[in-house]
């Protein structure tokens, strides 16, 4: 007995320390990937922010480590943006200019999304696929004669042709996202809040829509992201500085002609990146979550 | 059962309905309530999306321009004059060279970063955030930032090269002791690609972590069980599951590329001598810049017929993940 229980303990011991050494390994690679992906995404803006606060005679010089304070840091480039350009105005611009893109693609997309989703009428899919259709046509197509309906309804140099312009796009995506919670949440819920007297309506308003409260921010995030984000349209319908939200506001002020004032720049690409992706990084899981829901129930 | 509430009603005789006693209201009319519903949204998307389209496609056959916007017929003149321009052909072929190299990196690139991100480990949530980053910041500010980092003279990725000896006199890359990242026609197109890629990564692997999240655990607990190792469950059955999403998420980039004209437009304007000009900055720079509206509405127009075919692959793939 005693000698027949020894190889197997050994052969269990050699599988044991076999599988924790696999492991291991895997653990350890696991770091590895994660840390080299988290650099290769983070670092312009890691070195971003060193260059921002970096003395002229610091940056201009190519002989000096890019990488280190070659000589004292110092906040005025950063108080330069913040005092002596309309940095704060761009700010403010892409914030109330967001906010109402982001009210009309929920006034406008969740009654449209839960019209797909739930009163299921034999237009709905054609209408849910065409609706997401619109999302995929591009701003670069429709720039141009968009700039003509800009003009007729007399909102050219205005951030107002953004508030009616941008809801194009985050319309078709809301509600595609919308779409994808609404079908996670199971029909009984709405059904016996009727039984229980509300009409369709009233069960929509007061039931649905605060059980997909969750849903429904991460939605508003991401329609901000994307009116925040954009360039083409903003580029060609406003012109006046005042008026221009982040996304072009930044490069016309910071970069006149030749002359880039660097330091102020990545300040201002540090602050606007850091702020959106951490708003955006709470709300990640209900993203992926209503993508999912969109795509394969769609 | 709300939805089949009539249904129930024909079939069903005597009636039972449990609103029969009450009165029927529009907020409970849903076929009407459908159409309110929708309405708005089809409205406003008819409104601006659907009338500027047909518009452009108006314009593309115009004369219209800046300072003449008065609309006359002109045909095909815009595409002969199109045709002829080198320029043209130049954009033609780099949309299509930027889309393909960008979509193939992008693919691997997001599915490897998207099983990193679903694993369990410590710091996952400032992982996640860092790996955000390219993609929530507006493209126009994150592009800004790449072309500080490859300057002409202060390109640290020059400093990095010169440091480890493969920039300066006698070195591997040249005499000189900068690579002009933007400044050669090859490397200019190679920047794009990789700032293009490097900002759309992480959307890739957001989507197709989400065909990750849907896998059943049980499907890859039994295949350990059965004795699969790492590989073999990663590409027998992982990989073939989440096809259709990466399907989704390859097509989502393509079309990101093929219609962004931000990252050309800051790196390099187009330059050196159009050599990084793509379809939708020359149509900017055409029907903008250059006030001639009816061409630019033309040159863009080039970018429909291939949308429309990536819409039905995409539409295609969406289908299949159904059966998931």
Same mark, same amino acid.
């Given at each position: 007995?005693?000698?027949?229980?020894?190889?197997?303990?050994?052969?269990a011991?050699?599988?044991?320390?076999?599988? $924790?050494?696999?492991?291991?390994?895997?653990r350890?690679?696991?770091?590895?990937?994660?840390?080299? %992906?988290?650099?290769?995404?983070?670092?312009? *803006?890691?070195?971003?922010?060193?260059t921002?606060?970096?003395?002229?005679?610091?940056?201009?010089?190519?002989?000096?480590?890019?990488?280190?304070?070659?000589?004292? %840091?110092?906040?005025? $480039?950063?108080l330069?943006?913040?005092q002596e350009?309309?940095?704060?105005?761009?700010?403010?611009?892409?914030?109330?200019?967001?906010?109402?893109?982001?009210?009309?693609?929920?006034?406008?997309?969740?009654? &449209?999304?839960?019209?797909?989703?739930? =009163?299921?009428?034999?237009w709905?899919?054609?209408m849910?696929?065409?609706?997401?259709?619109?999302?995929?046509?591009?701003?670069?197509? =429709?720039?141009?004669?968009?700039?003509?309906?800009?003009?007729w309804?007399?909102?050219?140099?205005?951030t107002?042709?953004?508030?009616v312009?941008?809801? @194009?796009? @985050?319309?078709? +995506?809301?509600?595609? =996202?919308? *779409?994808?919670? =609404?079908?996670?949440?199971?029909?009984?819920?709405?059904?016996?809040?009727?039984v229980?007297?509300?009409?369709?309506?009233? %069960?929509?308003?007061?039931?649905?829509?605060?059980?997909?409260?969750?849903?429904?921010?991460a939605?508003? +995030?991401? %329609?901000? @992201?994307?009116?925040?984000?954009?360039?083409?349209?903003?580029?060609?319908?406003?012109?006046? @500085?005042?008026?221009?939200?982040?996304s072009?506001?930044?490069?016309?002020?910071?970069?006149?002609?030749? +002359?880039? *004032?660097?330091?102020?720049?990545?300040a &201002?690409?540090?602050?606007?990146?850091? &702020?959106?992706?951490?708003?955006?990084?709470?709300?990640?899981?209900?993203? +992926? $979550?209503?993508?999912?829901?969109?795509?394969?129930?769609? | 059962?709300?939805?089949?509430?009539?249904?129930?009603?024909?079939?069903?005789?005597?009636?039972?309905?449990v609103?029969?006693?009450?009165?029927?209201?529009?907020?409970?009319?849903?076929? /009407?309530?459908?159409?309110?519903?929708?309405l708005?949204?089809?409205?406003?998307i008819?409104?601006?999306?659907?009338?500027?389209?047909?518009? !452009?496609?108006?314009?593309?056959f115009?004369?219209?321009?800046?300072?003449?916007?008065?609309?006359?017929?002109?045909?095909?003149?815009?595409?002969?004059?199109?045709?002829?321009?080198?320029?043209?052909?130049?954009?033609?072929?780099?949309t299509?060279?930027?889309?393909?190299?960008?979509?193939?990196?992008?693919?691997?690139?997001?599915?490897?970063?998207s099983n990193?991100?679903?694993?369990?480990?410590?710091?996952?949530?400032?992982?996640?955030?860092?790996?955000?980053?390219?993609w929530?910041?507006?493209?126009?500010?994150?592009?800004?930032?790449?072309?500080?980092?490859?300057?002409?003279?202060?390109?640290?990725?020059?400093?990095?090269?010169?440091?480890?000896g493969?920039l300066?006199?006698?070195? #591997?890359?040249?005499?000189?002791?900068?690579?002009?990242?933007?400044?050669?026609?090859?490397? /200019?197109? !190679?920047?794009?690609?990789m700032?293009?890629?490097?900002r759309?990564?992480?959307?890739?692997?957001?989507?197709i972590?989400?065909?990750?999240?849907?896998?059943?655990?049980?499907?890859?607990? !039994?295949?350990?069980?059965?004795?699969?190792?790492?590989?073999?469950?990663?590409?027998?059955?992982?990989?073939?599951?989440?096809?259709?999403?990466?399907?989704?998420?390859?097509?989502?980039?393509?079309?990101?590329?093929?219609?962004?004209?931000?990252?050309v437009?800051? #790196?390099?304007?187009?330059?050196?001598?159009?050599?990084?000009?793509?379809l939708?900055?020359?149509?900017?720079y055409?029907?903008i810049?250059?006030?001639?509206? !009816?061409?630019? /509405?033309a040159?863009?127009?080039?970018?429909?017929?291939?949308?429309?075919? /990536?819409?039905?692959?995409?539409?295609?793939?969406?289908?299949?993940?159904e059966?998931?």
């Open positions: 007995m005693a000698l027949e229980a020894e190889p197997v303990r050994r052969d011991d050699r599988l044991r320390a076999k599988y $924790h050494r696999r492991y291991l390994m895997g350890f690679t696991l770091y590895l990937l994660a840390i080299i %992906a988290a650099f290769c995404c983070a670092a312009p *803006f890691l070195w971003g922010a060193i921002a606060l970096k003395l002229n005679g610091d940056l201009y010089n190519p002989n000096n480590n890019p990488f280190l304070f070659n000589q004292p %840091a110092t906040m005025d $480039h950063v330069f943006l913040f350009t309309p940095f704060l105005t761009f700010i403010w611009n892409t914030l109330w200019m967001g906010f109402l893109v982001v009210v009309i693609t929920l006034v406008l997309g969740l009654p &449209a999304a839960y019209a797909l989703a739930r =009163l299921e009428r034999p709905s899919g054609p849910a696929i065409g609706i997401f259709f619109v999302y995929l046509v591009p701003p670069s197509l =429709l720039f141009l004669s968009m700039s003509r309906i800009v003009v309804l007399n909102l050219q140099d205005s107002w042709a953004l508030v312009v941008y809801p @194009t796009f @985050t319309i078709p +995506v809301s509600v595609w =996202l919308l *779409f994808g919670f =609404l079908r996670s949440i199971p029909k009984d819920i709405e059904q016996q809040a009727m229980d007297g509300y009409s369709r309506l009233q %069960a929509f308003v007061r039931v649905v829509i605060p059980i997909m409260f969750p849903g429904i921010v939605v508003i +995030v991401f %329609a901000f @992201t994307l009116a925040a984000s954009e360039f083409l349209y903003a580029l060609a319908f406003v012109s006046p @500085t005042v008026e221009k939200p982040v072009t506001g930044v490069p016309t002020v910071l970069i006149r002609g030749d +002359v880039f *004032f660097w330091q102020s720049l990545q &201002a690409t540090f602050v606007v990146a850091v &702020a959106i992706a951490f708003v955006f990084n709470l709300f990640l899981d209900r993203f +992926v $979550h209503g993508f999912t829901m969109g795509a394969v129930k769609g | 059962m709300a939805g089949t509430l009539e249904d129930d009603a024909s079939q069903d005789a005597p009636p039972v309905s609103r029969s006693s009450k009165r029927i209201t529009l907020g409970d009319r849903e076929g /009407a309530l459908a159409w309110l519903f929708l708005p949204s089809v409205v406003y008819v409104g601006l999306v659907a009338i500027p389209f047909f518009l !452009a496609i108006g314009f593309a115009s004369d219209v321009s800046a300072g003449d916007p008065s609309y006359d017929f002109a045909g095909l003149r815009n595409y002969r004059r199109a045709f002829a321009d080198p320029v043209f052909w130049t954009s033609l072929r780099n299509f060279v930027i889309t393909v190299i960008t979509m193939i990196l992008v693919v691997v690139l997001g599915t490897i970063l990193i991100l679903v694993a369990d480990f410590r710091g996952k949530w400032v992982v996640r955030f860092l790996v955000l980053l390219p929530t910041t507006p493209v126009s500010l994150s592009s800004v930032t790449w072309l500080w980092l490859l300057d002409s003279i202060y390109s640290p990725i020059d400093w990095v090269m010169r440091e480890v493969l300066g006199p006698d070195t #591997l890359f040249g005499p000189t002791g900068n690579m002009y990242w933007l400044g050669k026609p090859g490397l /200019a197109t !190679a920047s794009v690609i700032v293009q890629t490097w759309l990564v992480p959307l890739a692997a957001v989507i972590m989400a065909g990750l999240a849907a896998i059943p655990d049980d499907l890859d607990e !039994a295949a350990r069980v059965d004795g699969a190792g790492f590989w073999r469950r990663m590409f027998e059955i992982t990989t073939p599951l989440i096809m259709p999403v990466v399907a989704v998420a390859t097509l989502f980039a393509a079309i990101f590329t093929f219609t962004d004209m931000a990252v437009y800051v #790196l390099t304007r187009g330059g050196p001598t159009n050599s990084t000009q793509v939708a900055s020359w149509a900017y055409k029907g810049e250059g006030g001639d509206i !009816a061409q630019g /509405a040159i863009a127009l080039f970018l429909f017929p291939i949308l429309l075919a /990536a819409a039905v692959a995409i539409l295609r793939s969406v289908r299949k993940v059966v998931l």
